[in-house]
């Protein structure tokens, strides 16, 4: 079984700062790791993935995440935000040991952007 | 390419009626996953499915929740007797295989409100 845990319900930064969302997660067998945003009222739209290869993910928008196994993360991070990245974002995990694509997800942090 | 196609968007029920939740995927696509939102949560897994079989069905309530994928038509996931704490949002996913990090493409949800 697997598990993600995303620290900070609520982030709030001001427009052209640093973007920082935690994600640490739990596997007994390799991760594939995933972040989604959600727009009010929408579905969830993929930022990015890890699967396997390089371990600095770079997404749609801007954003990125770097997987680090030791500490078991997958922050999601931007360098400027902008008014339009306000949304809630998720992470999932996946494993080979699921069926199909089967993700855990996170709780989700929402994130207010500040003019 | 039309993306996965959710309706109704907003469902009304009164305690003690069904509910049918539809799910088209995208075309192509013969993998279709259901979540559930409860409000101010993440999404959690509740079953997936290929045509005409459940592959996996580990998240699904064990009494009144069923999910079909008949080899025509959308996938639906039925709610009998509902109460009110199924009220949520309920998301499908669908992709073209079950590849690991295959992208999954979420529909924008159905909201279901118990009355």
């Known amino acids: 079984a697997q598990s993600v845990t995303q620290l900070g319900s609520h982030v709030s930064v001001s427009e052209g700062a640093l973007v920082l969302l935690r994600c640490n997660y739990s596997?007994?067998?390799?991760?594939?790791l995933f972040w989604y945003v959600q727009y009010p009222n929408q579905g969830l739209q993929l930022l990015l993935k890890?699967?396997?290869?390089?371990?600095l993910v770079k997404g749609i928008n801007g954003f990125e995440a770097e997987f680090k196994k030791s500490e078991t993360s997958f922050h999601l991070t931007k360098p400027s935000a902008h008014m339009s990245d306000a949304a809630e974002y998720f992470c999932a995990v996946t494993t080979l040991n699921n069926a199909g694509n089967m993700l855990t997800f996170g709780g989700g942090t929402r994130l207010m952007v500040k003019p | 390419n039309a993306g996965v196609m959710q309706n109704p968007r907003h469902l009304v029920r009164r305690r003690g009626q069904e509910a049918r939740l539809r799910c088209s995927p995208m075309?192509?696509?013969?993998?279709v996953y259901w979540y559930r939102q409860l409000p101010e949560e993440g999404l959690k897994f509740m079953v997936y499915l290929q045509k005409e079989n459940i592959i996996d069905e580990s998240g699904m309530p064990k009494e009144r929740f069923s999910a079909e994928f008949p080899k025509e038509g959308p996938s639906i996931l039925r709610i009998q007797q509902v109460v009110r704490g199924d009220s949520a949002a309920y998301f499908c996913a669908s992709s073209p295989a079950d590849g690991i990090g295959t992208e999954a493409f979420f529909g924008q949800g159905t909201r279901l409100t118990v009355v």
């Open positions: 890890y699967t396997t290869g390089a371990t």
């Open positions: 075309k192509g696509h013969s993998h």
């Open positions: 596997s007994s067998v390799p991760p594939y």
